[in-house]
Structures are given as C-alpha cells and as structure tokens.
C-alpha cells in the first residue's frame, strides 16, 4: 500500500509569512497514462474539506493563487504565500495513483 | 450549487447494519463519480468507497470490503452506502464527495455521524 507521509505534524506561521508542507511517497505517483493523481485539501475548524489542488499543480475553482502545488515521483510541496487568517486548519494531501490514500495531515496554526 | 445532504447516521450496535443517503442537487448526478469519506473522531480522512457515474466501476478500502456497499439511483440522485456487520473502529463521520474528471473529492456535503457502541 501506498504510504503518503507529510511534514511537519504542525506548523505555526506568521500572517504573511509563507508555509510550506511536503507529502512524500512511498511509491511514485505517476500512472502510467503520465499524470500524477495527487492533490491537496484543506480541512477548516468545524467544516468539511475542500479541494485546493488536484493533478499536483492545477488549482480548483476559487482557490487563491497563493496556493501552489509543485513536485514529480514521490516528493511533493504545498506552498502558501502570504498566509491569511482564513488558511489556518488541517492540509491533508491525497493520492489515486495506487488505490486511494491521504496523508496524515498538517496543522497550519496561525503566530 | 452543488449541494451534497448526507443522512441516515445514527447510533447502532456493533455487528448491526445502517443505510446513509446523499441527495445531490445542482448539478447532473448521472455525470459524475461519487465517493464516500470518513473521518473518525478527533482523526485524519480516510476514503470509504467510490462508484463511477453508471456504476459500471466500484472500488472499496481493504477496512470495508466485503462489508460496505456502495450504490447510486441516479433518477433519485441519491448516492447510498450499505454498511453491514459494524464495528466500533467504522464510528465516524461519513461524507459524500462529488469527483471532477481529474480531481476526486471536488464537492463535499457536511457528513452524517455514525457511532458503533453497546
């Protein structure tokens, strides 16, 4: 089974700052029809999840620019620019290369 | 808008059965794959179950196999998850979650509580 390990367990940033989140693999995530099915969602205090990222890089539907996904095979990066006090919550990236895992998550807590 | 309702969460004891509904609205259910998610208390997410738009395709977590079921009537727009034979560990908050054509969880209704106790 595909293992998705994301660092840090928490990260507590200054409103502006940038944070930043790895999700490593235990597999490649590339199928073999070349796309990467990895994606992000961000689990906000007392809500649902909502998708962020999907594809490794492409932003859903309203999602701030500030948002950026990056990275190929087994290691990739969520990037928040300019962290604003509505990004506080829980990320939690996603694969559908090999089944269907999440990683554990990462608690993003505002300074 | 897309809107996801869950429902049919509830109390029950381990070894028994439960039903949960989600009634999709705002978009054109028979379009697209659907999944189930759940999220224990105070724990990460963890995907249940997904049924392709004519339930030709139909994937389970190895947690669920041969216990859950997932199922869809597309003219009632309702997705559904048989769960049999429940154990404490299946206690948590299920949600339904409509898929984009490259993106697995795009919509997500706001859960139905299902507690396995004695």
């Known amino acids: 089974d595909v293992v998705l390990t994301q660092t840090p367990v928490s990260l507590s940033v200054t409103l502006g700052d940038q944070a930043s989140i790895s999700c490593r693999s235990s597999?490649?995530?590339?199928?073999?029809?070349?796309?990467?099915?990895l994606e992000w969602y961000l689990q906000k205090p007392g809500q649902s999840p909502q998708l962020l990222i999907y594809?490794?890089?492409n932003r859903f539907s309203g999602v701030p620019d500030r948002f950026i996904g990056s990275g190929s095979g087994t290691d990739f990066t969520l990037k928040i620019s300019r962290v604003e006090p509505e990004d506080l919550g829980v990320y939690y990236c996603?694969?559908?290369?090999?089944?269907?895992?999440f990683g554990s998550g990462t608690k993003l807590e505002i300074k | 808008e897309v809107q996801l309702v869950e429902s049919g969460g509830g109390l029950v004891q381990p070894g028994r059965s439960l039903k949960l509904s989600c009634l999709a609205s705002g978009f054109t259910f028979s379009n697209y794959g659907m999944n189930w998610i759940r999220q224990a208390p105070g724990k990460g997410l963890e995907w249940v179950a997904s049924?392709?738009?004519?339930?030709?395709?139909?994937y389970y977590a190895d947690t669920v196999k041969g216990r859950f079921t997932i199922s869809r009537d597309n003219a009632k727009n309702t997705l559904y998850l048989q769960m049999t034979s429940l154990r404490s560990e299946d206690t948590a908050l299920y949600y339904c979650?409509?898929?984009?054509?490259?993106?697995?969880?795009?919509?997500w209704g706001q859960g139905t509580l299902v507690t396995v106790s004695s």
């Open positions: 996603f694969q559908a290369t090999h089944d269907l895992t």
């Open positions: 594809g490794v890089s």
């Open positions: 979650a409509r898929r984009l054509p490259r993106g697995w969880f795009a919509y």
């Open positions: 049924i392709s738009s004519s339930s030709s395709y139909i």
């Open positions: 597999q490649s995530l590339e199928y073999s029809d070349g796309y990467t099915y």
